[in-house]
């Protein structure tokens, strides 16, 4: 067994209590390969952000369990090089067993989200409050979900959306001990969270899709003052980046994400974490396209991986300034 102390992260539990004392969210964004982690940390450490990374069950299976961990621990190093020691979390995005958040916690992972939302609520809470029982031992914090998002991403798939109920939310935080929860008010997975016709026009003509459901977020604030709540699916789609993969050759139809001005709101609530992934793919699919169709001679893949990594990482940059406010907080 690794303890992530050894590898220099941090658990969730101080991170999200500063966020909420400053009205600012922590980002959680998702990576897969080494280009995605230099730009998650170079846009962390340029804006002196605390950051999560975030590693779901297809990603560990893609990029190996063990590189992983090591790549986390290259990532606080790196920070370190940059000349910003940030705190760094390591955490398992939608774990859906009890032995893969087991598994994640014994090879180093600081934080891990069981959901046991496809589940009953009586089955959802034996499951999430034995994660926590065994994660507590070693000091790992644990995200649990209640309702569920809509979409599709990576092996997390769900067609139908249902709100989480807020009478819901005391029992299950008192029953499973968990260290924060996800909750579902409007968000989905995915780039196509909305179709056109859920959606209406503003006066330039964008179409703006339905607001997120805040007056569910505020009563869960009342029954559980002070408790650490998350949002994911939080991509807000940029449609730049949507026109430069269609542009290239692609056929990406419909994609419309959270406006990110409601982003910006939720973190000024108990809202401190914030999951970001499909934005982050936009921007590197963009990029790698962009350089194929105009340079169809090239073959190095750092010259097509590395825009991708330089697009990705001002992405990045502009979600903790402006979306998220957690920009000079590692402080």
């Not at 539990?13 to 004392?21: G, P, S, V, Y």
């Not at 063990?66 to 760094?88: D, F, H, N, S, W």
């Not at 029992?171 to 929860?181: E, N, P």
């Amino acid at each position: 067994m690794v303890s992530y102390k050894e590898l220099g992260l941090v658990n969730t539990r101080e991170m999200f209590r500063k966020a909420m004392d400053g009205k600012y969210a922590i980002a959680a964004f998702n990576f897969n390969n080494m280009e995605q982690m230099q730009a998650i940390i170079q846009a962390a450490v340029e804006c002196q952000s605390p950051v999560i990374l975030q590693v779901s069950s297809g990603a560990r299976k893609y990029a190996n369990q063990t590189l992983l961990r090591y790549m986390a621990q290259g990532a606080v190093e790196y920070a370190k090089e940059l000349g910003c020691a940030i705190p760094v979390t390591l955490h398992l995005d939608h774990g859906d067993t009890f032995e893969l958040c087991k598994s994640c916690i014994d090879m180093g992972f600081s934080s891990v989200m069981i959901d046991g939302s496809h589940h009953s609520y009586e089955e959802n809470v034996e499951l999430t409050r034995r994660v926590v029982e065994y994660a507590h031992q070693f000091d790992v914090t644990v995200e649990g979900e209640l309702g569920v998002l809509a979409g599709v991403e990576d092996d997390v798939c769900a067609e139908h959306h249902t709100y989480t109920r807020p009478e819901e939310v005391e029992d299950f935080v008192s029953k499973t001990g968990v260290d924060s929860l996800a909750i579902s008010i409007g968000t989905s997975h995915g780039a196509n969270k909305f179709r056109p016709e859920q959606c209406t026009r503003n006066e330039e003509g964008i179409l703006v899709p339905p607001p997120l459901r805040f007056d569910i977020l505020e009563e869960i604030e009342k029954r559980i003052p002070g408790f650490p709540i998350v949002l994911h699916g939080s991509s807000s789609v940029p449609q730049d980046k949507v026109a430069i993969i269609n542009q290239y050759g692609g056929a990406l139809k419909d994609a419309i994400g959270i406006p990110e001005e409601q982003l910006r709101r939720a973190a000024t609530s108990s809202v401190c974490k914030i999951n970001i992934d499909s934005d982050g793919r936009l921007a590197m699919t963009a990029a790698i396209r962009e350089v194929m169709a105009t340079k169809p001679a090239e073959f190095d893949p750092r010259k097509y991986l590395g825009p991708a990594r330089d697009s990705l990482k001002e992405l990045y940059k502009h979600k903790l300034i402006n979306v998220l406010g957690s920009a000079g907080k590692a402080l």
